[in-house]
């Protein structure tokens, strides 16, 4: 993993060490160790994702252009709309029911 696209984007990004090393519950000196390393673990990579707001994906991406790409919010991370957990909330509940019915069918089987 490149850990420059992390040092690009915390600057473009206009967030200090600090507040990155706050948010990942990491001391300076780890999160230094940790960019020369690159053996940043997924929950850091998604704490961080989170903080600059963009998808975890950009960091390892082979792409270049990622200080373009880190202004394009996923939908994770836009504003929840209640229309949308409307919709997982109704998901959620066809898949319990689904499953519901799977069970009622192996048991007649």
């Known amino acids: 993993m490149n ?31 940790l960019r020369r390393s690159g053996d940043f673990r997924v929950s850091h990579l998604e704490s961080i994702a989170e903080l600059f707001k963009i998808d975890i994906c950009i960091f390892f991406k082979e792409s270049h252009n990622y200080i373009d790409q ?33 069970e009622l069918l192996k048991k007649t089987k």
């Open 3 to 33: 850990t420059n696209k992390i040092e690009d984007i915390r600057k473009v990004k206009k967030i200090t060490i600090d507040e990155v090393c706050k948010k990942v519950g990491i001391t300076k000196n780890t999160y230094i160790n």
């Open 70 to 102: 880190i202004n394009e919010k996923p939908p994770v991370y836009e504003n929840h709309n209640s229309e949308y957990e409307k919709e997982i909330s109704y998901l959620k509940q066809l898949l319990k029911e689904k499953d519901k019915v799977i």
